[in-house]
């Protein structure tokens, strides 16, 4: 019989099955055992398809758009009856920064408070984040603060946050202004963008420097401990989770919308 917390989990394999390994050095030097701490994978697969392997969470109230703003990415659609998540599904993409190929596994959950049991799930290995809000519900910007204490009470301090404002195409129905919002975002040390699923706006930019900057934080990390990030040795697949384990911008600045 399914347990209660896996009754509501649905995961949605986008495109492609994704086994859900991580794939580690066998080495056990500093450098590794660091990049196991924050959650930062460097991945081998036998075809080489992607040299790093990012988790990136979106988070934010119910209805702000987290999902739509998830397939235009990942799939460059956009449904206009998007229904609210159930549970929490993620999708792939892979994407090039600098020399390295690098697979992005964003995670979108349910904003509703009845899902919050499976916050730690949720959150963990979590190296990126999208905290969203919808420009045209002003509550949804207040309750911001909130999903940021709850993000960094899970995940490392050096998690890399971007603030976004959906649904910047209803320009007429504004109650949040960007330059409240690049107040916001210098104050609480996060990048800040506003996006439009609908019109497909900064979304690529949203996601694309997240990962771009998840990619130089790791890099520094991998200097840091004196590791060649770009030479690794050949790794094993370990499984990280049970079954029921669904385990130009600057920052503070805002982009046109």
């Not at 949203?206 to 590791?227: N, P, W």
């Not at 060649?228 to 990280?240: E, F, H, M, R, S």
Request: hydrophobic content about 40%; overall charge neutral; charged content about 25%.
């Amino acid at each position: 019989m399914q347990s209660a917390l896996s009754s509501f989990i649905r995961v949605e394999w986008a495109r492609t099955t994704f086994p859900f390994h991580l794939l580690v050095s066998q080495r056990s030097n500093l450098g590794e055992r660091r990049r196991r701490e924050v959650g930062v994978v460097m991945a081998y697969r036998a075809d080489e398809e992607y040299d790093y392997l990012f988790k990136v969470v979106l988070i934010g109230d119910s209805g702000v758009g987290k999902s739509n703003l998830l397939s235009r990415f990942a799939r460059n659609e956009f449904s206009i009856e998007s229904k609210s998540t159930i549970g929490v599904e993620f999708a792939t993409r892979t994407v090039h920064v600098d020399d390295k190929v690098v697979k992005a596994q964003i995670w979108d959950t349910a904003g509703q408070e009845r899902y919050r049991a499976i916050t730690s799930a949720y959150y963990r290995g979590a190296v990126g984040a999208l905290v969203v809000y919808d420009v045209t519900r002003h509550a949804t910007f207040e309750n911001v603060e909130r999903w940021l204490k709850e993000l960094r009470s899970h995940t490392d301090p050096s998690i890399v946050v971007m603030l976004v404002g959906n649904k910047a195409d209803l320009r007429h129905l504004r109650a949040v202004s960007p330059e409240d919002a690049e107040v916001f975002a210098e104050k609480e040390k996060t990048f800040f963008m506003e996006t439009s699923a609908l019109e497909s706006l900064n979304v690529e930019n949203a996601f694309t420097e997240v990962l771009s900057q998840i990619y130089r934080v790791t890099s520094k990390k991998a200097l840091d401990v004196g590791d060649d990030a770009a030479v690794l040795p050949k790794g094993q697949t370990i499984n990280v989770g049970g079954k029921d384990d669904v385990s130009a911008v600057k920052k503070g600045g805002c982009c046109s919308t």
